[in-house]
């Protein structure tokens, strides 16, 4: 059974960059069957894909958020990375991590998720 | 990329139905059978409910259903319980290997 957990600063000040990591367990980061994405939801709001990476390093991202976002992966320590430049009180956030499953010929739906970590921009 | 249109909010008595809309563009719930529905309880972890329009998932309840006509995706929930209240999130494939979700139903259950 894949398990996800978010893990990073539950704090960062206005204009820093945001840094979490996704470590995977129960299955490899390195399998085919899945790419790695990060969706976050603003208190009061709905949930936001902000991009997804598959082991090989391929990455597709929101193109609201390209300029700012840079997600990385490592496939030795099973874990992968969201990088979110130039914060502002606007990107707090539950992030969460989520595997997106191959099936029925495509990358298909998020099917399983991490617990979320709440990340609040502010000085 | 803009956000698919759900209802903000349904209600149901228990042992009703309902239904929750979702509402895209021809560029994604019209185009693709890639959506998905996520029930969602408040600190807790999404739980997929339907995928690919109208799969359900091993485990999750016959009573879920899913549909799709057009760019409007729906999910039903028949036999409501008290259990189902949540808020429920759709969410669809839009192409270039890029996803949009909608702003969320919160269900409340009378």
């Known amino acids: 059974q894949l398990q996800l957990q978010e893990s990073g600063p539950g704090l960062v000040k206005p204009s820093e960059t945001l840094s979490l990591t996704c470590t995977v367990s129960?299955?490899?980061?390195?399998?085919?069957?899945?790419?790695w994405g990060w969706i976050r939801q603003p208190p009061g709001k709905g949930l936001e894909w902000i991009g997804s990476i598959f082991y090989s390093g391929t990455t597709y991202y929101n193109a609201s958020l390209k300029s700012r976002v840079t997600i990385s992966v490592d496939t030795s320590k099973n874990q992968f990375s969201l990088r979110l430049s130039s914060v502002t009180a606007a990107d707090t956030a539950v992030y969460y991590c989520a595997s997106l499953l191959y099936s029925s010929g495509s990358y298909s739906y998020f099917d399983c998720w991490g617990q979320g970590t709440l990340v609040t921009v502010s000085s | 990329q803009s956000a698919l249109t759900q209802p903000a909010s349904v209600s149901g008595s228990p042992g009703q139905s309902i239904t929750i809309s979702c509402s895209g563009t021809?560029?994604?719930?019209?185009?693709?059978?890639?959506v998905s529905w996520y029930q969602h309880h408040p600190g807790k972890a999404p739980k997929l409910m339907i995928y690919?329009?109208?799969k359900r998932p091993s485990g999750v309840s016959n009573r879920f259903s899913g549909s799709k006509s057009g760019n409007t995706a729906s999910v039903t929930i028949s036999g409501l319980q008290a259990e189902d209240e949540a808020d429920y999130y759709c969410?669809?494939?839009?192409?270039?290997?890029?996803?949009?979700f909608g702003g969320g139903t919160k269900l409340t259950v009378l």
């Open positions: 969410c669809s494939y839009a192409g270039s290997s890029t996803w949009v």
């Open positions: 129960g299955g490899s980061i390195s399998s085919s069957s899945y790419f």
């Open positions: 021809s560029s994604d719930v019209g185009s693709y059978n890639l």
């Open positions: 690919e329009v109208n």
